[in-house]
């Protein structure tokens, strides 16, 4: 009789641990990250204005829950990107997307093919299995951020339109990590009035 | 009765083997991110002092580990805009860096960001342009990293002092026994803009000064040469010094003199920027002060380490780099 009480307290003994050590790991799994990763390498001190592109790599790591490894390379040899790669992997990136590479990163003769690596360019689209860029205009194309008095030069008619490269919208397709090949869109005095650009112009 | 107790104790035994089994699933190690995140939020790039600042502190982390660690740094310009600003930090805050570094386009709105920072659980050592002492009280993971702006002001009124006194026949070019000059500021409302005036006239008040006008030009550049070719031609011609709070405004006010080919008056900036620099040593404008911007990013550099090993109890709130007088006499010595 003794004994069997004994057991049973052992029992009720046993049934709170469990029940506390489920409650710490519950806990514990809630707090872990459930985000996703991906790198992005950006050129360092370029003097292009890289902000419209960066906005929209940025927007799409807010929108889908992506932490993002970022980078900034001056150079950066074939070597050094597979080691990049490497580690990236390592510390469970999704992907690695280079942002103008032609301005760090040292070309090779047979090209590049890795797997997870997209490139946003507008000379290396032969060096990569994955690119993201703008199609080839005949006329003058302007990039994101457009100067203000460039658009007011449309807004007032004294340019009928412009061609517009969307650079948000490259940054943000480009997380994607597929093959994409922008068309420069046509600005004129309607499109603008109609607002439909306006949150990319306010900058 | 024995099988009865037998069954009991297998049932006693399977318990004990998932309490077990649970206890090590919970203390098993969780794997963890290879490097350190910093977010980096500086006010305008454009900003010649900003960018050089944001170059070191580049150069400095991409040196650093921390606990074995790397940094990966994001630089979030936001262009002299506070709206733009707002966004990039909520970005950053999503981000959930280790610390972030921020440089406010407007340092009155401190508070809110600084509390913003607290609900995200993210460190903040703010740089270069100085909050209210108050917001800076608000909650523990804050600090401040800049210059002492009062003092800067002050040194540029020693700075007068000295060559009034050494070379007064030269510089008072219409005799009236008075300093003439022209005050160029930042923006009016910043924090440091006032210090940096009130510290270089509460210097200069024993000398005979004569301030024939007073402009603000958002430490821009392009906005000096434009807001001072807008004054009185006389003033102009007259003005004996024009003291700015820092470089950029003393050399859109230099490009001005320049341009016109007119004789240029003892100029004062502070910052002590590359092209600042070279314009001193070859004697075309008179001074400036060296805010010590290496100073600075080593000690945001060693404060990022300590906050990031919890241990930052011999980290002041707020901590001064110490101002430095730079004329082409001052560096031959």
């Known amino acids: 009789m003794r004994q069997s009480r004994k057991k049973h307290a052992v029992l009720i003994l046993l049934l709170l641990l469990i029940a506390l050590v489920s409650t710490g790991l519950m806990t514990k799994h809630s707090k872990i990250e459930k985000r996703s990763r991906m790198t992005v390498v950006f050129p360092k001190n370029e003097p292009e204005d890289l902000s419209a592109l960066q906005d929209g790599i940025r927007d799409y790591a807010y929108d889908h829950q992506v932490k993002l490894d970022v980078w900034y390379k001056e150079q950066m040899s074939a070597e050094e990107l597979k080691k990049l790669i490497k580690e990236e992997k390592k510390n469970n990136s999704k992907g690695v997307v280079l942002v103008y590479p032609e301005n760090y990163l040292e070309k090779q003769a047979d090209g590049y093919v890795y797997k997870d690596v997209l490139a946003v360019t507008d000379r290396m689209q032969k060096e990569f299995k994955y690119y993201a860029s703008f199609a080839e205009s005949k006329e003058k194309a302007y990039r994101l951020p457009v100067k203000t008095s460039v658009l007011e030069q449309v807004k007032n008619g004294k340019k009928k339109e412009i061609l517009l490269e969307n650079t948000y919208k490259l940054g943000y397709e480009s997380m994607k990590m597929k093959t994409i090949t922008l068309k420069p869109v046509k600005l004129d005095r309607e499109t603008m009035e109609s607002g439909k650009y306006d949150a990319l112009f306010a900058g | ?333």
């Open chain 2, 1 to 333: 009765m024995k099988s009865k107790m037998d069954k009991y104790n297998l049932i006693l035994v399977g318990l004990f083997m998932f309490l077990v089994i649970l206890t090590i699933l919970w203390k098993m190690p969780q794997k963890e991110d290879r490097y350190v995140h910093v977010g980096i939020a500086a006010y305008d790039l454009d900003d010649t002092f900003m960018e050089s600042y944001i170059k070191d502190l580049q150069d400095k982390m991409e040196q650093m580990k921390i606990e074995g660690k790397k940094v990966s740094y994001e630089i979030y310009d936001a262009k002299g805009s506070s709206r733009k600003q707002e966004k990039q930090l909520q970005r950053m805050y999503a981000q959930k860096y280790d610390v972030i570094l921020v440089n406010l386009v407007e340092p009155s709105s401190a508070a809110s960001m600084i509390n913003d920072a607290e609900d995200a659980d993210i460190p903040v050592i703010l740089f270069n342009r100085e909050a209210d002492d108050k917001d800076l009280k608000i909650v523990k993971k804050v600090w401040y990293v800049g210059t002492d702006a009062k003092a800067a002001g002050a040194m540029q009124g020693e700075m007068l002092k000295k060559i009034w006194e050494e070379q007064k026949g030269k510089i008072d070019r219409n005799k009236n026994g008075k300093l003439d000059y022209v005050l160029v500021e930042g923006e009016e409302t910043h924090f440091d803009a006032i210090r940096r005036t009130n510290g270089f006239l509460e210097s200069s008040e024993d000398m005979p000064m004569n301030q024939r006008a007073n402009l603000s030009a958002d430490w821009k550049r392009e906005l000096a040469t434009t807001k001072f070719a807008k004054l009185d031609k006389e003033i102009i011609n007259n003005a004996e010094a024009v003291i700015c709070n820092n470089d950029d405004m003393a050399l859109g006010v230099y490009d001005y003199y320049k341009k016109h080919h007119s004789q240029m008056p003892v100029i004062l900036g502070i910052n002590n920027s590359p092209e600042m620099n070279r314009k001193i040593m070859t004697g075309e404008i008179y001074g400036t002060v060296d805010n010590k911007m290496e100073d600075q990013v080593g000690h945001i550099c060693q404060l990022m380490k300590a906050i990031l090993k919890e241990n930052t109890k011999k980290y002041k709130k707020v901590w001064y780099s110490t101002p430095h007088a730079i004329t082409r006499t001052s560096c031959r010595e």
